[in-house]
């Protein structure tokens, strides 16, 4: 066991204490009846030698078993990605040859950007006990940890507290190698909608899902007439070879390309409750990229501002992956955007139609750079801007009016808010799809959006 730091314990210092008790007895006798008790004082002077020399020694002896033990083993146990805000367990498993004696307290050096539940580990000495029986003694522990900030984090070699064999001194060891692991967007929402239903679930996330009878873009297949069924979807070769109305069902076209441009600038930094608006941005891209991916699409990313990352758009399920590798430890700059340079270079990278989502937080005094910029686009793709709104807008518009500061307060709020309407009334009036959305009903209004655009064939 390599010690790093060593420190007496309560038994040893409690050891210390009666002799330091007994040494002043002894003095405090000498001088209460100086020659009277000189046989008594000097059996106490030498009961105090011999308890002093042997304490000594047995400390000595006690820090130096301690040494003879085999160093223990540990193993961290990881999941193979964590999710930004989620709770995730972290195991522990501590291996070793001879069980030190007592209770045992683990410290595990996990990243300072994360929370933790059950830190310090305890494992008692009853535990010990029951596992120094078997020739090699193995207990496995856990506790939970969440993670508040994306990208790689690193953990340390654990630190363990415990005891000598004979209780006088504790030790601390370092345990265990150093590992790391990813710190992905929260795509646990992503794993909630794979496991829906389509047609019965997904009203649960805000996704409205209308059944479509015969209109679409693409042949899907041949059924029998329904009620309501247009007479232009009735294949009448296929009713006069069954002799029954037969009708084609058609689905929305695929093969498009769905194209995100991520804004990393300042004002993607905004909060509200423990995500920031970039954040809710990527969860809701990376959610949005599922579905359209399922839906046999096409989706590509890339971001603007203090750094520009591109991924091509791709087709398969898989390609959710290749999204979270590329944006898991991406971050927001202080600096502002440019709406008009990111627009010319995603049409230079990206030369097909697409239907390129802008995730953006822009105010009054941007639509000057944004405009030329989404016009660049509109040239050549179906642009949708997404405008993240803070929710703190909407808690003040709602709430009452007691005297002239909540008065004051309102009326900024309320002028804030008209800016933001025009911002979003220009946008219309340029041709360009928009949302205007708080952070926690981002995802839902997206995927509505994009089940509208398919099902209108504007793209």
């Known amino acids: 066991m390599t010690t790093v730091q060593r420190r007496p314990s309560r038994r040893l210092l409690a050891g210390v204490g009666a002799l330091c008790a007994l040494s002043a007895l002894g003095?405090?006798?000498?001088?209460?009846?100086?020659?009277?008790?000189?046989?008594e004082i000097e059996l106490l002077r030498q009961i105090w030698l011999a308890g002093g020399g042997l304490l000594l020694c047995t400390a000595l002896l006690d820090a130096l078993a301690?040494?003879?033990?085999?160093?223990p083993r540990l193993r961290r146990n990881l999941p193979d990605n964590l999710a930004l805000h989620d709770w995730a367990p972290v195991g522990l498993e501590l291996h070793w040859q001879a069980a030190?004696?007592?209770e045992l307290w683990i410290f595990d050096a996990h990243p300072e950007s994360a929370e933790t539940e059950g830190l310090p580990l305890r494992v008692p000495s009853d535990t010990i006990a029951s596992a120094r029986s078997t020739a090699r003694s193995t207990i496995g522990l856990e506790y939970r940890l969440r993670p508040l900030q994306r990208g790689d984090v690193h953990f340390g070699p654990a630190h363990l507290l415990a005891s000598s064999p004979l209780g006088l001194w504790r030790f601390t060891s370092r345990c265990g190698e150093e590992s790391s692991v990813r710190v992905y967007p929260n795509f646990a929402a992503v794993e909630r909608y794979g496991a829906m239903t389509l047609e019965q679930d997904t009203a649960q996330v805000g996704i409205r899902l209308r059944q479509r009878r015969g209109e679409g873009l693409e042949f899907h297949q041949l059924r029998e007439y329904r009620a309501g069924d247009a007479m232009r979807q009735?294949?009448?070769?296929?009713?006069?070879?069954k002799q029954q109305l037969i009708s084609r069902e058609y689905q929305d076209e695929r093969d498009q390309r769905v194209v995100f441009l991520l804004d990393c600038s300042r004002r993607m930094r905004a909060k509200d409750g423990d995500l920031s608006h970039f954040d809710h941005a990527l969860n809701a891209m990376i959610l949005l990229s599922h579905v359209a991916?399922?839906?046999?699409?096409?989706?590509?990313?890339?971001?603007?501002?203090d750094e520009t990352r591109w991924l091509p758009a791709s087709k398969g399920v898989g390609s959710v992956n290749r999204i979270l590798n590329t944006v898991y430890d991406l971050e927001t700059t202080t600096l502002g955007s440019d709406f008009n340079g990111a627009a010319e270079e995603l049409c230079a990278r990206q030369p097909r139609r697409s239907l390129v989502i802008l995730l953006t937080n822009v105010r009054r005094e941007d639509v000057g750079d944004l405009l030329p910029g989404v016009g660049l686009l509109k040239r050549r793709h179906l642009v949708l801007v997404a405008n993240l709104r803070e929710e703190k807008i909407d808690e003040v518009l709602a709430d009452e009016i007691t005297d002239f500061r909540d008065a004051l307060r309102s009326f900024g709020t309320w002028r804030h808010e008209l800016d933001r309407s025009r911002v979003q009334e220009t946008l219309r009036h340029s041709g360009v799809l928009s949302l205007d959305s708080p952070p926690s009903a981002l995802h839902a209004q997206l995927i509505n959006s994009y089940y509208a655009i398919k099902r209108s064939g504007a793209l």
Do not use: H, N, Q, Y
């Open 27 to 39: 003095e405090l006798w000498a001088l209460a009846g100086p020659g009277s008790a000189t046989r």
């Open 66 to 71: 301690i040494r003879r033990l085999p160093a």
């Open 100 to 102: 030190p004696p007592g």
């Open 234 to 241: 009735i294949d009448w070769k296929a009713t006069s070879r």
């Open 293 to 305: 991916l399922r839906a046999g699409d096409a989706v590509g990313l890339m971001s603007f501002g």
